[in-house]
């Protein structure tokens, strides 16, 4: 969350701003920063303000992952987002985010929130061939990576599945 106490509250104290030094770091040594947001019952709302918060800090890269009940989620599932009420809020984020443009932030900014949800008649015309990264779990662990996960703690991870490898 761009909200420093909602931020904090949800990832631990002090996560906010270890994750805002982190990807000043990040950009300051010439790396190409991507920032990652869940999008659950108490973020969803704020993430234009997340995207804003990355526009000022340089990142032009962000997405939005679908809060999702397993792994560590688990103990959080109050965090989810019906399906039906996750459809309508999205739709209503991604307005705002496309009124931002060229505004608040840059027009070039790539700004992705997970649709989570695809219709039979979409998921049976969705071309895969074009995805990058884990994908298949953690199949491609080492080959063919686009990218790896950097926590604000400093660990580095090839697959956000083997952050938690011990909670399995």
């Not at 995207?51 to 109050?78: H, K, M």
């Not at 840059?106 to 990058?132: C, I, K, N």
């Amino acid at each position: 969350s761009a909200d420093e106490a909602l931020n904090d509250a949800l990832r631990g104290r002090g996560a906010h701003d270890a994750a805002i030094r982190a990807i000043r770091v990040c950009s300051d040594v010439g790396l190409h920063v991507r920032v990652n947001s869940v999008l659950s019952s108490r973020t969803l709302g704020g993430f234009p303000a997340v995207v804003a918060t990355c526009a000022e800090l340089g990142v032009l890269q962000v997405s939005g992952f679908y809060f999702s009940p397993i792994g560590r989620g688990r103990r959080n599932a109050d965090l989810w987002i019906p399906p039906d009420q996750y459809v309508r809020i999205h739709e209503a984020v991604e307005e705002e985010i496309s009124s931002m443009r060229g505004r608040t932030i840059p027009a070039e900014m790539d700004v992705v929130t997970e649709r989570a949800y695809a219709s039979w008649l979409d998921a049976a015309q969705l071309d895969t061939r074009g995805f990058t990264g884990c994908g298949g779990g953690c199949t491609h662990a080492i080959h063919g990576r686009d990218y790896l996960i950097i926590r604000s703690d400093g660990n580095v991870y090839p697959c956000i599945m083997m952050v938690e490898w011990d909670d399995a």
